[in-house]
């Protein structure tokens, strides 16, 4: 049940969260031009909702660098790890599958290869391997340490009582808080790269990409593609860690 959670979680994360980039910038799409604004927005609610969603049967990591992060501080068992890691990463290549079918006229009228590859996967705005990794390192060790610091403040709330408002509350709450922290991390750190800071957001759509009959579609670019991977899960582990050097409560 814990995979399975996983992987739908994650095909909800990239059908909302690639969702929103195809209909921004895709042709002829009632969504086209929205801007960078709207494609912020969405995938912070795509991540809240994929967390509300399955969030009770996984704890919705909806992404290695969150699974890693927590294992290397002994949060997460490290057998679970692989199991969590393989069912996000499918299902990010699913959901991207129905983000495909869901624009498929459009893809057909849209002329650019780099156009198709952004719904899909990030694409730095200027190239450059050491700058691009530090950006996502950056992002990544944001989500981490702000997914921690969410969790202890809901704690004394857990601890008020079994069924209190507070309760509830403090569960009902701390997934939108968690959307939240995306939008920031989107909208202050995303102009770089795109703010992949999740490797199964990243590669899952990317081998979608790779191996659907889209019209045009150009390259995947793998060349770059190792960076939404390693840089992610070494910003997780670094704000896990800095978290816990630091004194926090987790």
Not at 105 to 121: D, Q, Y
């Amino acid at each position: 049940m814990i995979y399975l959670a996983e992987f739908v979680g994650t095909a909800i994360l990239t059908l909302l969260g690639c969702g929103v980039v195809a209909g921004v910038t895709l042709a002829r799409s009632k969504a086209a031009n929205g801007g960078w604004i709207v494609i912020t927005f969405g995938w912070g609610l795509a991540v809240a909702m994929a967390v509300y969603t399955v969030g009770y049967y996984s704890g919705a990591h909806i992404n290695p660098a969150v699974t890693l992060a927590l294992a290397s501080i002994g949060e997460f068992p490290w057998s679970q790890v692989p199991g969590y890691m393989i069912a996000q990463v499918l299902g990010g290549l699913f959901g991207a599958v129905l983000v495909y079918l869901g624009y498929l006229p459009h893809w057909r009228e849209t002329a650019e290869p780099e156009t198709k590859l952004g719904v899909f996967s990030t694409i730095p705005a200027i190239r450059s391997i050491a700058a691009n990794f530090i950006t996502e390192v950056i992002g990544t060790f944001m989500l981490i340490f702000g997914i921690l610091g969410i969790n202890a403040n809901m704690n004394p709330l857990a601890e008020a009582g079994n069924g209190t408002l507070a309760d509830l509350f403090g569960t009902g709450i701390a997934p939108l808080l968690v959307g939240f922290l995306v939008l920031a991390i989107g909208l202050s750190l995303g102009g770089p790269t795109g703010y992949a800071i999740n490797p199964a957001r990243d590669l899952g759509p990317r081998i979608a990409h790779a191996l659907l009959p889209i019209p045009g579609k150009g390259g995947s670019d793998w060349s770059y593609a190792w960076v939404p991977i390693v840089a992610p899960l070494i910003g997780g582990v670094l704000a896990a860690q800095t978290f816990v050097l630091l004194g926090f409560r987790i």
